[in-house]
Structures are given as C-alpha cells and as structure tokens.
C-alpha cells in the first residue's frame, strides 16, 4: 500500500511540474497561433510600419516597439546612477543603525503595486512635467521617470546584494593597504560583484519593458515615432492595455497578439541573457 | 596637492555624491508613500466598505464591490496556485535535484517571474474568456494562478532544500516510505519558509492590474459569480483615477491605500517568519 501511495505522490508532483514547462510553451503557441492572421497578412512589415490606424485595417507595431524601448532606456538612464548610488549607501556607506531599516523600507516599496507608481505619477508627477516644460505633461518623458522610480528600489535593492557578496577579507585587505571607501568600492567590490550588478540592471531592464501600469496612466497611447520626449506617445504593453478591449476586427486582435507575443519574446531574452550570463555564478537574484 | 590629498577629495566627492542619490531615491519613494496615505486616509470611511460602486455624483457610493471581487479572484487563485505550486517545488526539491529536467523547470519559472504580466492576460483571453465568450471571475483567477505559480514553485523548492537531509535519513532509517518523510519531516521543517512564499505569492498577485484588465474586466456593482466579470480593487483603482471625476478619483486612493496596506502587511509578515526562523 504505502509503494503505490508513494509512487503515485512521486508521479503527481512529477507531472504537475513538467505542466508549468508545458503551460510556458502553450503561452507561446496559444500567442503564436492567435498573431497568424497579422503575420501572414503583414509579414515582416509589421514590424517596420509605423502606420497604426485601427478604422483602415493598417497595424504598424513601429511606434509601440520604439515606445517600449525608448521609455525603458530613458528609465535605465536615470535609474541605474541613482540605483548604485543607494547601493554604495547600503552596503558601504550607511551606519550599521541605518543598513537596515533603509534596506527594509526599499525592498519594501519595491512590493509597492505598480498600479500606484502610475497613479501618482498621473496625479502628482504630469502637473509638475507640465509646468516645467510646457504640454500637458502626459508624454515620454514622463513615462521614463515614472518607470525609473518604479524599477529603482528593485535594482537598488539586488545591486546591494551582489555587492554584499564580496567577502570581507578581500576589503579589510584593500583598507589595510590605506585605501580610501572609493578606492575599495571601484577597485574591490564593484570588480569582484560586476557580474551580479550587471545581471540586475539587465533584469532590472526585462521589467522596465513589459511593466504596463505604471506607464499606461502618463504615456497616452498615441501612436506617432516622435524624437520630442514631451510628446505623448506609447509602448507595447501600453497599447495592450487601452485597445485589447476596443478591438472589434478579426485582424486588429491578431495584431495585438502579435504585440504581446513580440513583447514576450524580447523580455524572455533579455531575462535570459540576464540570469544565465550574468547570474548564473553570483545567484544573488533570488 | 600630493596623491593622497586627491584621493580623499575624489573619495570625499564620491561619497558625497552616492549619500545624494540615495537620498533622492529614497526620497521619491516616500513622497510616493506619503501621497498615498494622506489621500488614502483622507479617503477612507464607512461607506467604503458598505456600500456598492454608484455614478459619480452619488453620496452613498463604496468599494464593497471590488473588495468582494478582490478577495474572490486573489481567494481562488491562491487555492489553485499554492497547491499546484508545492507539488512542483516538492518534485524539484525532493525527487528532481539536480537532473536536467529539473534545474530546466527553475530556470524556466525564473524567467516567468519576471515575464510581463499583460501577457498572461492577452494569454488568458485567448484560452478562456474567447472561448466562453465574456470576460469573467474565474478568467482573472486563471491568470493570477498562473502568475503565482513560479513564486510558489520556487519558494517551496528552496525552502525544502534547507531542510538538512539527516532529517530525513533519520526518517528513512525508521522505514518510513518517501511520500511520508516528505510530508510529515521536509514540510514540517519547512513550514515557516513555505508560508513566507505564501505571504509573498499572494502580496503579489494581489496588486497585479494589466492581467485583469482583459479576463475579470470590471463591474460598478457587487457580483459574486465567477463565471460573469467581475470588479477588483486594481482595476477599479484604474477606472476611477483615470475618469475625470473627484469623488471617483478619491474611491479609487482608497482602494490604493487599502491594497498597499494589504500587500505591505503580508510583506512584513513573511519577513517576520522568517526572521523567527532565523532566530531559532
């Protein structure tokens, strides 16, 4: 009684596991399948068009594509300095009193809902972007801010963690030499964590560019390329998120399928690249 | 001014400068805390949890019917999801180790952890609400579960593995057979680790919006069938901040206070196993 018992518990667990590998390759054949009626009707220009006009039967995913990538670089540019520098703080520079709860309340706003990072930056941040430079404030600019606050206490807080994963010893050595916290910081611990730190940038990245929420409130949703950063504009997810609903024709729901399977795929790579190039050796990201 | 002297100015600078973005950092973050209390707090009242969703306008008008929605969706799919997820970290932890098959299955819901959840959503749509027709509860359940089953996974798969395996050779010895080692030492062991991934799973799922905004969708009213849409507190919050009127704007910071106040307090709560573990 208690072989069967145990070979049935063994199996169950078994064949629920290999479900969730099964059920990531149905996510991509379920999306694959329903973008067959874009693909096939627009081919590889539906990457380069930038025409997105929903009453003409004409989809382009060029400006949602150059949105999701120009709103990410904008949020990784301003988010990476900030992100290391809260990290030298935490893990170099803080009083041990202050390591932890301004290391607490971090990983704490890092659980914060996305949906709220959005919603005060409707409310709080597009007022101040719209007296500064004019506009009415919802635009990508504001989009990348609100993302790069979205994104910092996550990357500060695994940044932190590569870095507190240079051994002591090799510091101490590095101070007993009379290095200064810079000196030990850019020759010591950042040499020995840069792995770890650029895994998390990188992850960090993989976030930024499907996060939906935070930036569906101040992006617009307009589907123009323009090099103007005040300018409302829109991204991937963004355009998911405001026509999924509103798509009346055969073809306009392939074609958001066919977004969120190109969404998809580049997030998987980056998140890839990320965890087996850069993490694989440090493992700070769990 | 000898080499010492520019390095400690250079040290100094930087320091400085590190101390700065710090700040501003974690300044943001509380200008973000601070605007939600004060709204949130500002917002709250009785009516809030007595009464339904009303047109703007109207006096009586409440969140009980995304407070229900919520519990219900984020409620089913921490019934589907904590399961399923035990089971499979139990498999890697317990009977896959380090096989190839196993090390794929963390490697691959590592990545789904950090997919784009908008594209469970869009994934969702296809598989059940096209399907049925309507938008509905248990489609917004779905994708949650889906959501929360690599958390899961994961974290029961590392809790188990920090159960040292003397436990269970000593088991073992006494011929207990393995489903029963496994269930009456590891996840004992491993019980405080397992509920933090819990704690943690549902923290997370319950602040998801984009997957819900196509498969649960919304309703102003209370409705507790799953099979019809249903309203949750995200998207309710969504709905009412974006409309142009006040007193839906002010509903909708009180749904974002009362689900930050939610999902912080599971937070802390996981943490606080943890730390009881730790301090055994």
């Known amino acids: ?286 | 001014m000898t080499h010492t002297q520019k390095r400690i100015i250079i040290n100094n600078v930087v320091m400085v400068l590190s101390t700065l973005s710090a700040l501003v950092g974690i300044g943001f973050l509380f200008w973000i805390l601070g605007v939600l209390v004060m709204n949130g707090i500002d917002a709250l009242s009785w009516n809030i949890f007595t009464q339904e969703g009303a047109p703007p306008g109207y006096e009586d008008s409440g969140l009980k019917h995304a407070l229900i929605g919520q519990f219900m969706i984020v409620g089913v799919a921490t019934l589907f999801g904590v399961p399923l997820g035990i089971l499979a970290g139990t498999y890697l932890s317990e009977y896959g180790q380090k096989s190839k098959l196993a090390e794929t299955i963390r490697d691959i819901s590592d990545i789904m952890m950090s997919a784009p959840s908008i594209v469970i959503g869009a994934f969702v749509y296809a598989i059940v609400v096209a399907p049925m027709g309507h938008f509905s509860g248990w489609a917004g359940s779905v994708a949650l579960t889906i959501i929360m089953l690599p958390i899961i996974l994961r974290t029961t798969d590392d809790m188990l593995q920090l159960v040292p395996s003397t436990l269970r050779e000593a088991a073992f010895a006494l011929g207990a057979p393995k489903y029963k080692v496994i269930l009456q030492v590891v996840y004992r062991g491993a019980k405080a680790g397992i509920l933090t991934g819990i704690l943690l799973g549902v923290a997370r799922v319950a602040g998801e919006t984009a997957p819900l905004l196509f498969t649960s969708f919304n309703d102003n009213f209370l409705n507790t069938d799953m099979m019809e849409p249903m309203a949750s507190l995200t998207v309710t919050m969504y709905n009412y901040a974006t409309s142009p009127y006040e007193d839906w704007q002010k509903l909708g910071w009180a749904a974002a206070f009362i689900l930050s106040m939610f999902i912080l307090s599971l937070n802390i709560l996981g943490r606080l196993f943890i730390m009881k573990r730790k301090g055994k």
Request: aromatic share 12%; charged share 15%.
């Open chain 1, 1 to 286: 009684m208690g072989i069967i018992i145990d070979r049935v518990f063994a199996n169950l667990t078994k064949i629920i596991a290999v479900a969730v590998l099964l059920l990531v390759a149905w996510i991509f054949t379920v999306l694959l399948q329903h973008s067959m009626n874009s693909i096939e009707y627009f081919g590889f220009d539906f990457i380069t068009e930038s025409k997105w006009a929903p009453n003409l039967e004409k989809f382009g995913a060029l400006p949602a594509i150059y949105g999701s990538v120009l709103s990410t670089f904008l949020a990784m540019i301003l988010a990476v300095p900030l992100a290391i520098g809260v990290a030298i703080f935490l893990s170099e520079i803080a009083p041990a009193k202050l390591k932890s709860p301004v290391g607490v309340s971090i990983e704490l706003l890092a659980a914060i809902p996305s949906v709220i990072y959005g919603m005060w930056g409707l409310f709080y941040f597009v007022p101040i972007i719209r007296d500064a430079f004019g506009g009415i404030g919802i635009s990508m600019l504001t989009a990348g801010i609100v993302l790069s606050i979205m994104i910092l206490p996550f990357m500060a807080a695994v940044t932190r963690d590569a870095m507190n994963t240079t051994p002591d010893i090799l510091k101490e050595s590095a101070y007993a030499l009379g290095g200064t916290k810079w000196d030990v910081i850019k020759d010591i611990v950042i040499p020995y964590a840069k792995a770890g730190i650029i895994g998390s940038f990188i992850l960090a990245l993989g976030r930024a560019i499907g996060e939906t929420m935070a930036v569906t409130f101040v992006m617009g949703n307009v589907h123009k390329i323009s090099t103007d950063l005040l300018q409302p504009a829109t991204s991937i997810p963004v355009t998911l998120a405001n026509e999924f609903t509103e798509a009346d024709t055969d073809l306009y729901y392939s074609s958001l399928f066919e977004l969120s399977l190109i969404l998809l795929v580049i997030s998987f790579t980056i998140i890839s690249i990320a965890k087996f190039y850069f993490l694989r050796r440090t493992k700070v990201a769990s």
